[in-house]
């Protein structure tokens, strides 16, 4: 699979004659496994219509910076954070020069200047358009900034005139976008990280458990493949897709996610334990269901086996790394588990808030080591999940 497999790509358009290819780019990048949303200037809309574009890309076209309607639901600014990626192709002479002037009077200059995520442009226009002074100096500014900058090409133009200016065709600018993601940090090393919850049986149908979709460890095990590791993701039950280039290895219980970590323990340089495993089991299973036909019942539990500290006193020792979910008290108590388990990292949110962390996109979270407590930006998990591979690759 391509690099965009799973990225979200945030296409911008603006108002150049080459918008009729943004049409064919919109499905290039989802042949690539992006998924895609638009949005438009309204110079555009005199090219292209929204409809095309949302029809295409099969989501509703994003036009004005004061929509109350999406305001109301994802909002410019939630946009902005949804993608991993703002390409805008085609980025005509007037838009380079409002980004470089740091703009924010349409929907796009907004978002660009509102989003975490790489920014690139595709330019598109007259070769003196392009050959003049002014242009060179924003596009010096942006690439000064970071700003990937995807061609242009040479050849005949619209108006006629013939050199550099043309925008890249979409199959190119696909590959480049797809190379913006080919870190390659965690080549040659095998990485095993556990993901969602796991279930302990009370008898043939309930079970103990705990709060976890697996999003945040199916999205660390993505970055980690992205990042060139061999990636072994070992789950209890979640209703997720395994991701592209990672090997699953289906679990239900503590003792069998025990037993699965330690079958990949040859090898592995990065275990991240980020499931949720339940801390206690019934001492005993029942054969049959329990029927309700008393008032009370007591349940004798017994500890589940500490998965993570099993792992961190194997040798040869992999970096080991913890998540730490806490609803008080978060930094001292994370502290605490990094030194009493042997972890090299540990990874920490407040799981009391309801706006990230279980079952939330998002999350915010504090990257913990010997020597320190960085708190990181709330992100989609996506983007948070390599933002900690870069960490735990320089480790």
């Avoid at 900034?145 to 890249?168: E, K, T, Y």
Wanted: net charge negative; with cysteine.
């Amino acid at each position: 699979m391509a690099s965009l497999f799973n990225k979200r790509v945030l296409l911008g358009v603006s108002g150049g004659i080459a918008a009729y290819k943004s049409a064919d780019l919109v499905r290039r990048l989802q042949d690539a496994g992006a998924t895609v949303r638009v949005a438009m200037t309204p110079a555009a809309r005199e090219f292209i219509t929204p409809l095309t574009l949302q029809a295409l890309s099969g989501h509703e076209v994003h036009t004005e910076l004061l929509d109350p309607q999406a305001e109301a639901g994802m909002g410019h600014i939630e946009l902005a954070r949804w993608a991993d990626l703002v390409l805008i192709a085609p980025a005509t002479a007037d838009l380079m020069a409002q980004l470089a002037n740091g703009e924010a009077g349409t929907l796009l200059t907004a978002l660009c200047l509102a989003t975490p995520s790489p920014i690139a442009l595709a330019p598109a226009m007259n070769q003196g358009m392009w050959a003049k002074a002014s242009t060179q100096c924003n596009l010096n500014t942006l690439m000064e900034r970071g700003v990937h900058i995807f061609g242009p090409d040479n050849g005949i133009q619209a108006c006629g005139d013939i050199g550099p200016g043309r925008m890249l065709e979409p199959q190119e600018i696909t590959h480049k976008a797809g190379q913006l993601f080919e870190t390659g940090s965690m080549a040659a090393r095998k990485v095993v990280i556990t993901a969602g919850p796991t279930r302990e049986a009370i008898d043939p149908v309930r079970y103990l458990s705990n709060h976890s979709s697996g999003k945040m460890g199916y999205a660390l095990a993505e970055a980690a493949a992205e990042a060139g590791a061999d990636t072994v993701l070992i789950s209890g039950p979640t209703q997720l897709p395994c991701p592209d280039r990672v090997r699953r290895v289906n679990v239900v219980s503590a003792a069998e996610m025990l037993e699965a970590c330690l079958a990949e323990m040859q090898g592995c340089h990065l275990f991240i334990g980020s499931a949720a495993v339940a801390d206690y089991r019934p001492r005993q299973i029942a054969d049959h269901k329990i029927k309700k036909d008393r008032d009370a019942m007591s349940i004798e539990l017994e500890k589940n086996p500490d998965i993570i500290s099993i792992v961190a006193q194997q040798d040869p020792k992999p970096v080991t790394v913890g998540f730490a979910a806490e609803t008080q008290d978060l930094i001292h108590y994370a502290k605490g588990k990094l030194e009493r388990k042997n972890l090299d990292a540990i990874i920490a949110n407040d799981v009391s808030r309801t706006d990230i962390g279980f079952n939330s996109d998002d999350n915010q979270v504090f990257f913990i080591t010997a020597e320190g407590a960085e708190e990181l930006p709330r992100l989609p998990k996506s983007q948070l999940s390599r933002l900690l591979i870069e960490r735990l690759a320089s480790i």
